[in-house]
T-cell receptor, first 118, second 111 residues
């Protein structure tokens, strides 16, 4: 079945560091990928929609200069948390959907990246 | 905008049946999905309803009533491994591909 690979799975770094997270669709092309953020015991909050070949669409309240998204190819989207601070510590999850249009294709999620900023 | 409401916690006994309800408000509705998430893991897709009625997949069933903006997930023959968080999610808004998640229901199974 369709698989989404996310890397790294776990990051610990110092405050002020920039961290890049990769999301790859392994056996399908994804013109659109999604980035979510999840705090402990809370729901997944959509941060932005990553569009191949164009700018990402950010949800209200998400700083686009803080969370840089690049969707350079049909199989790769990256999220860079710039100048990370402890409050950015969270579980970041990407997802992609196989196919286009409205249908019952499920979103496939990566395994997530647990980011801890010291 | 979109909003979804579901109970925060549900407790049930192994072997029993449990129903998790979800009500939603959205502009441009394209379907209601259910996802399961174990602690520390990523969400996994369980079911999708675009039309009214019941969808059955093994021990899990999902129901949708578009007129009531309501759906539920039914889990039968509960097993200890079913202990997890369950999220309803709607595909809607201006983009049919964008999925917004509910706050999640923490299901605890007792022996």
């Amino acid at each position: 079945g369709a698989v989404v690979s996310q890397h790294p799975s776990w990051v610990i770094c110092k405050s002020g560091t920039s961290v890049k997270i990769e999301c790859r669709s392994l056996d399908f092309q994804a013109t659109t990928m999604f980035w979510y953020r999840q705090f402990p015991k809370q729901s997944l909050m959509l941060m932005a929609t990553s569009n191949e070949g164009s700018k990402a669409t950010y949800e209200q309240g998400v700083e686009k200069d803080k969370f840089l998204i690049n969707h350079a190819s049909l199989t790769l989207s990256t999220l860079t948390v710039t100048s990370a601070h402890p409050e950015d510590s969270s579980f970041y999850i990407c997802s992609a959907r196989d196919g286009t249009g409205v249908g019952n294709q499920p979103q496939h999620f990566g395994d997530g990246t647990r980011l801890s900023i010291l | 905008g979109q909003s979804l409401e579901q109970p925060s916690e549900v407790t049930a006994v192994e072997g029993a049946i449990v129903q998790i309800n979800c009500t939603y408000q959205t502009s441009g509705f394209y379907g209601l999905s259910w996802y399961q998430q174990h602690d520390g893991g990523a969400p996994t897709f369980l079911s999708y309803n675009a039309l009214d009625g019941l969808e059955e997949t093994g021990r899990f069933s999902s129901f949708l009533s578009r007129s009531d903006s309501y759906g539920y997930l039914l889990l039968q023959e509960l097993q200890m491994k079913d202990s997890a968080s369950y999220f309803c999610a709607v595909r809607g808004g201006s983009s049919a591909s964008k999925i917004i998640f509910g706050s999640g229901t923490r299901l605890s199974i007792r022996p």
